[in-house]
């Protein structure tokens, strides 16, 4: 059984910058896929970035692309999510996820994640 808790979240203005962590604990942190979700008031909860476990490909939606950053310390058990340039559209609460160890499914297909973090929210203000 794989617990995540994240933390980091807060308020900032457009513009601003917040760097999300994930602190993992069970099982083999290296061995699974992680990603950063995220769910806005009335909005389906969607992948804002997400790490595969064999070789580091990265996944980025699109609306992040070149402002969000996605990286893992194996040796931390640890996730990270760095958010550059936030933008009121990035209002939202962020989950934190693993697959299961060693899964071969799409590393950022949603469907695939079976651990979730309680969520941290982030308030972009214009």
């Known amino acids: 059984q794989v617990q995540l808790v994240e933390s980091g979240g807060g308020l900032v203005q457009a513009g601003g910058s917040l760097r999300l962590s994930c602190a993992a604990s069970?099982?083999?942190?290296?061995?699974?896929?992680m990603g950063w979700f995220r769910q806005a008031p009335g909005k389906e909860r969607s992948v804002v970035a997400a790490?595969?476990?064999?070789?580091?490909?990265?996944y980025y939606t699109d609306s992040v692309q070149g402002r969000f950053t996605i990286a893992r310390d194996n040796a931390k058990n640890t996730l990270y999510l760095q958010m550059n340039t936030l933008e009121p559209e990035d209002t939202a609460v962020y989950y934190c996820?693993?697959?299961?160890?060693?899964?071969?499914?799409?590393?950022?297909?949603?469907?695939?994640?079976?651990?979730w973090g309680q969520g941290t929210r982030v308030t972009v203000s214009s």
């Open positions: 069970g099982g083999t942190f290296g061995s699974y896929a």
């Open positions: 790490i595969d476990w064999l070789g580091g490909s990265i």
């Open positions: 996820a693993a697959q299961r160890p060693r899964n071969f499914g799409t590393y950022y297909a949603i469907q695939e994640y079976v651990y």
